[in-house]
């Protein structure tokens, strides 16, 4: 079992910037993949980011390669993803995943409760 935390979520104008965390507990979090998700009102959760577990590979979505980083310190148990040039179309609640590599929800076993990020114009 893995416990995920997701924090650092707010209120954000356009073209500002965000860094999320994601504290995880529980069995040995160097042993699995992380990845972000995110949900916005009205629509399905769709893939953001995905590292494995050494760090070594990252994997993005188009929507936000470019301005997005994840990143990971297996010596804190914590995954991050750092959100630059942020838009209206960011904003959802953003759950951070873990289990195995990739850009589907199916790929992975442990969720986080979420952390809202809001981008104002």
């Known amino acids: ?3 995920l935390v997701e924090s650092g979520g707010g209120l954000v104008q356009t073209g500002g910037s965000l860094r999320l ?3 995880a507990s529980g069995r040995s979090f160097s042993y699995y993949n992380m990845a972000w998700f995110r949900q916005a009102p009205g629509k399905e959760r769709e893939f953001a980011a ?3 577990y050494s760090g070594s590979r990252m994997y993005y979505a188009d929507s936000v390669k470019g301005r997005f980083t994840i990143s990971r310190d297996n010596a804190k ?3 991050y993803l750092q959100m630059n040039s942020l838009n209206s179309e960011d ?3 953003y759950y ?3 289990g195995a590599y990739g850009p589907s929800h199916s790929n992975y076993n442990y969720w986080g ?3 809202q990020v809001t981008v104002s114009s």
């Open 91 to 93: 904003t959802a609640v």
């Open 77 to 79: 148990n914590t995954v």
């Open 50 to 52: 995905a590292i494995n």
């Open 21 to 23: 965390s994601c504290a």
């Open 1 to 3: 079992q893995v416990q």
């Open 96 to 98: 951070c995943a873990a």
């Open 113 to 115: 409760q979420g952390t």
